[in-house]
């Protein structure tokens, strides 16, 4: 099976975006797997968002993305991640308290969902590249929670973990990554949790091939604090973050919003 359609990105971890918040988060600061909460073996039924866009009569404040409308979260910074090669927004990633979570919807068939699959793919590509992925109960049903190797800028070699989760709607689909101290700390999991759950898919009416990525845009341009991700960077820390020496997953220009 092909894994990607019409020049968008596909669910599994290859596009990935890793960001300064997922650069800090490796087994050598202390952020391993076995700090993670042992969870059961049965799974949990999603009876919670994220919502299709026919299910919400709400009044929540959402940024609108195009094909997610995202809500807002007061201190969240907000990424939009563009593809170089086509300039398509390929992603969303919200940064909050030291952790991340991005998000990307797809197109997927009306009848059955691809979250299954596609998780399987997830952790065979972890395996393969070095790392190890445990398939696990969560909040929204079945989610991954992987280690994912990495080199520090040190030159020591370390596992960043990472909480892959989805969520099958009705002709789409979302996919989720969760880095950072979230990704192993259910009380600082919490606030992207429920920013997850919030989301609302925009899917259309257009006929779309099954995992093909679903549109997004920037955010308008009266959103307040826009600025690069370069000078938020410096703005923070006084310098860009060194990425790890281990990057199967690649980046594009991005833009950031602070809430």
């Known amino acids: 099976m092909a894994l990607f359609r019409r020049g968008g990105k596909d669910p599994a ?7 300064e918040a997922e650069e800090s988060a490796v087994v ?3 952020l391993d797997l076995d700090d993670a909460p042992q969870a059961s ?14 299910q919400v009569d709400d009044d929540l404040p959402r940024v609108d993305l195009g094909a997610i409308l995202l809500p807002g979260v007061q ?12 300039n398509v927004v390929s992603a969303a990633s919200i940064l909050l308290d030291g952790s991340s979570l991005q998000v990307q919807a797809f197109a997927a068939p009306r009848t ?3 979250w299954d699959e596609i998780r399987a793919e ?13 398939d696990l109960p969560g909040p929204f049903g079945r989610e991954l929670l992987a280690r994912l190797p990495v080199r520090t800028p040190e030159g020591r070699t370390g596992h960043r973990p990472a909480r892959f989760i989805g969520a099958d709607g009705p002709r789409w689909f979302v996919r989720g990554v969760i880095t950072g ?10 606030a992207l949790e429920q920013l997850f ?9 257009d006929a779309r091939p099954p995992r093909d990525l679903l549109t997004l845009s920037l955010p308008g341009p009266g959103t307040p604090n826009l600025q690069s991700a370069d000078a938020a960077a410096q703005a923070q820390t006084g310098e860009t973050a060194p990425g790890p020496d281990f990057d199967p997953l690649t980046r594009g220009p991005e833009i950031t919003e602070i809430r």
């Open 197 to 205: 759950a919030g989301i609302v898919v925009v899917r259309g009416t």
């Open 75 to 86: 201190g969240m910074e907000l990424r939009m991640e563009i593809d170089k090669a086509t």
């Open 28 to 30: 050598d600061d202390g």
């Open 13 to 19: 971890p290859q596009d990935t975006v890793e960001t």
């Open 112 to 114: 059955d969902g691809i």
């Open 181 to 190: 101290r979230a990704a192993v700390d259910p009380s600082a999991a919490t």
């Open 41 to 54: 073996s049965a799974p949990v039924e999603r009876t919670g968002g994220p919502w299709d866009a026919s």
């Open 122 to 134: 997830i952790a065979e590509s972890v395996t393969q590249q070095g790392g190890s992925a445990d």
